[in-house]
């Protein structure tokens, strides 16, 4: 069963714009990770953001973390046409096995 | 420096037929893990090792077994393969299970017809 849900489930945008996708979750987490997959490629890490942040930025990247909400948001600033992927978020739950567990993930197409 | 090589890249069997998935890890790692892959659904894990000797079952387990045969390698065994095991099986590594990333594979894209 999926612990994290992203939203929107497809997104399509322009270049030059930002695109935001937000991850919902429904227990306490230890961290919460972000991943893009390229098509017929596996998963490559960007960000991970601990229980205890509340925001990290890595380049044109940025990650917000609300556990009060049970919620993470990621940024993707000025799109490029590389940027087209989908994006999935997992969560490590606190306690346990400290497994990731992968959301459905949203696709973003971003128009040249 | 490899990463995680997973083979093959691609299979097609017959309802059935048996066959072993490789992953193979040049990062030292001490966890490994095998998720499914499945349009809308995700992934979701099916077994993991945790360190070199151990295994568990993760979300989807049946159908399933596994080996970590040492540090390096977990390979992934269909014993009798299904229609409902066609799907795209990544591997992955993590350093530590706390509070690291997963690091994976391109993945094997297995069609069981």
């Known amino acids: 069963s999926q612990q994290g849900e992203e939203d929107p489930q497809a997104l399509s945008i322009q270049e030059g714009e930002n695109a935001t996708m937000n991850c919902s979750y429904k227990t306490s987490i230890n961290n919460l990770q972000w991943y893009r997959q390229n098509s017929g490629r596996g998963l490559v890490h960007l960000i991970l953001?601990?229980?205890?942040?509340r925001e990290k930025h890595s380049g044109r990247l940025r990650v917000t973390l609300d556990t009060s909400k049970k919620s993470s948001s990621l940024l993707i600033t000025a799109s490029r046409a590389a940027d087209t992927a989908s994006y999935f978020c997992?969560?490590?739950?606190?306690?346990?096995?400290?497994?990731?567990?992968f959301g459905r993930g949203t696709s973003l197409i971003v128009h040249p | 420096n490899a990463g995680v090589t997973q083979t093959p890249k691609f299979q097609v069997l017959k309802t059935g037929q048996s066959m072993t998935l490789q992953c193979a890890q040049d990062?030292?790692?001490?966890?490994m893990y095998w998720y499914r892959q499945d349009p809308g659904m995700g992934l979701r894990l099916i077994y993991y090792?945790?360190?070199?000797?151990?295994?568990d079952k993760g979300e989807v387990p049946n159908g399933y077994n596994v080996s970590r045969l040492n540090k390096r390698e977990f390979s992934l065994r269909l014993e009798s393969a299904a229609p409902s095991q066609t799907s795209v099986y990544f591997c992955?590594?993590?350093?530590?299970?706390?509070?690291?990333?997963?690091?994976f594979g391109n993945g094997t894209r297995l069609t069981v017809t």
């Open positions: 992955a590594t993590i350093r530590t299970l706390r509070d690291s990333p997963l690091h």
């Open positions: 953001i601990r229980s205890n942040e």
């Open positions: 997992a969560t490590v739950l606190s306690g346990g096995s400290y497994i990731p567990t």
């Open positions: 990062m030292n790692h001490n966890s």
């Open positions: 090792s945790a360190s070199e000797g151990t295994t």
